[in-house]
Nanobody
């Protein structure tokens, strides 16, 4: 059974850093890409960053230059989101999304809470 587990969230002061991890197991299909999304209370889920299987990355304008998405050893199916220069607006639940092809399917984790506050 497929499982996506996020970790690394917590409370951090403005200007601080956190590194989130996303570990996938039991995935069926050819990996196409992995993304991070976030959802703040009362707001819609929004795209944060994405890394395709070929290594190409994409970021939302709000995090570009501050966040970096990466992948560990491909055999480990683990991805990271390095978040620097955090702002209060970054406070949200961060969710990992793994997309496979053949047929297309998107797996979601339960999320990890990030709170940026002094």
């Amino acid at each position: 059974q497929a499982q996506i587990v996020e970790s690394g969230g917590g409370l951090v002061q403005p200007g601080g850093s956190l590194r989130l991890s996303c570990a996938a197991s039991g995935i069926i299909g050819a990996l196409w890409g992995t993304a991070w999304y976030r959802q703040a209370p009362g707001k819609e889920r929004e795209f944060v960053a994405k890394i395709y299987v070929n290594g190409v990355t994409d970021y939302s304008d709000s995090v570009k230059g501050r966040f970096t998405i990466s992948r560990d050893n491909p055999a480990k199916n683990t991805w990271y989101l390095q978040m620097n220069s955090l702002k209060s607006d970054d406070t949200a639940v961060y969710l990992c999304n793994v997309v496979v092809k053949g047929p297309t399917h998107a797996y979601w984790g339960q999320g990890t809470q990030v709170t940026v506050s002094s």
